[in-house]
């Protein structure tokens, strides 16, 4: 089935840093990827998307690549700031059944100034 | 615009004790979802609904009830509490789009509610 695999946390880092969150898919068809962003004691809210291959989501100084050839969606952010901290989940949406998204496990980020 | 609310914040039930998980949205959206998220893992589903008088069962619907009487709200029902229904309970909604179902890529999430069954 349609599953999404994400780094473990948590992840510490000194503010300035460079982050990476690791993930991966297994889908049957052309899925859409999310990244969605929890921060402490409020819902997930969509972080930046990519709905075709070699496309590029980017919000907020982060960026992903929608990587078919490695079935992979890595989250990055050249600079972390401590407002950063918080819950980052990779999602999935299957074109054919776009109402349904398959979340990975999140990855606890916390930067400490 | 409060966006996606969900009552109450935290919870503690007992053994056989049955509650009701309120979820509103102020969007006119016309997808609603419960999602279950428990310790170290991904966000499942529960049920979901594609409008007023329309829900069906996601990945893990036993020992929950859902009804969707109008847009705004979309309540989960846990009958006879269970220690495996100790989870984080999210709600969220999407509005109208251009995808094959014709909702949108984003969902906007409530703030969760904590329920602890012992």
């Known amino acids: ?113 | 615009n409060a966006g996606v609310t969900q009552t109450p914040k935290f919870r503690i039930l007992k053994i056989g004790q049955s509650m009701t998980l309120q979820c509103a949205q102020d969007m006119n959206h016309n997808y609603m979802y419960w999602y279950r998220q428990d310790p170290g893992m991904g966000l499942k589903l529960i049920y979901y609904s594609v409008g007023a008088g329309i829900t069906d069962k996601g990945e893990v619907p036993n020992g929950y009830n859902v009804s969707r009487s109008t847009t705004e709200d979309f309540p989960l029902r846990l009958e006879l509490a269970a220690p495996s229904q100790t989870s984080v309970y999210f709600c969220a909604s999407s509005p109208p789009g251009t995808g094959y179902s014709g909702t949108s890529d984003e969902q906007y999430f409530g703030p969760g509610t904590r329920l602890t069954v012992t």
């Open chain 1, 1 to 113: 089935g349609d599953s999404v695999t994400q780094m473990e946390g948590p992840v510490t880092l000194s503010e300035e840093a460079f982050l990476t969150i690791n993930c991966t898919y297994t889908a049957t068809g052309y899925p859409s990827l999310f990244w969605y962003v929890q921060y402490p004691g409020e819902g997930l809210q969509l972080l930046l998307k990519a709905t075709k291959a070699d496309d590029k989501g980017s919000n907020k100084g982060f960026e992903a690549t929608y990587r078919k050839e490695t079935t992979s969606f890595h989250l990055e952010k050249g600079s972390v700031q401590v407002s950063d901290s918080a819950v980052y989940f990779c999602a999935l949406k299957l074109a054919l059944n776009d109402y349904k998204l398959s979340f990975g496990a999140g990855t606890t980020v916390t930067v400490r100034a």
